[in-house]
């Protein structure tokens, strides 16, 4: 089954690239190779970032959510967080 993890944060003014950079660092540690991690900052507003994490053939719940996990209680300290998990519909 295919995992979607969207993380959306409203940052409390932090520079975008800045914050960009510590996802990525975040990443580069926890990330697994199964996973897809794509980085959009929303159009006409800095503040705004999300992240997608992509799981290719995830087996369990659990285990598909924990880089999302990990980054959504990482970036709580720098604004509003939202984290949703999606499954593909075959």
Do not use: F, P
Request: hydrophobic share 40%.
């Amino acid at each position: 089954m295919n995992i979607l993890e969207i993380i959306h944060l409203r940052s409390s003014g932090m520079a975008i690239e800045l914050l960009c950079d510590r996802i990525r660092e975040s990443i580069e540690v926890e990330g697994e190779k199964t996973e897809v991690v794509t980085l959009y900052r929303r159009n006409g507003l800095q503040t705004d970032i999300a992240v997608h994490i992509h799981h290719l053939d995830a087996t369990g719940n659990e285990q598909a959510k924990a880089l999302g996990l990990h980054l959504a209680k990482a970036l709580r300290d720098l604004g509003l967080v939202e984290h949703t998990v999606w499954e593909e519909v075959k």
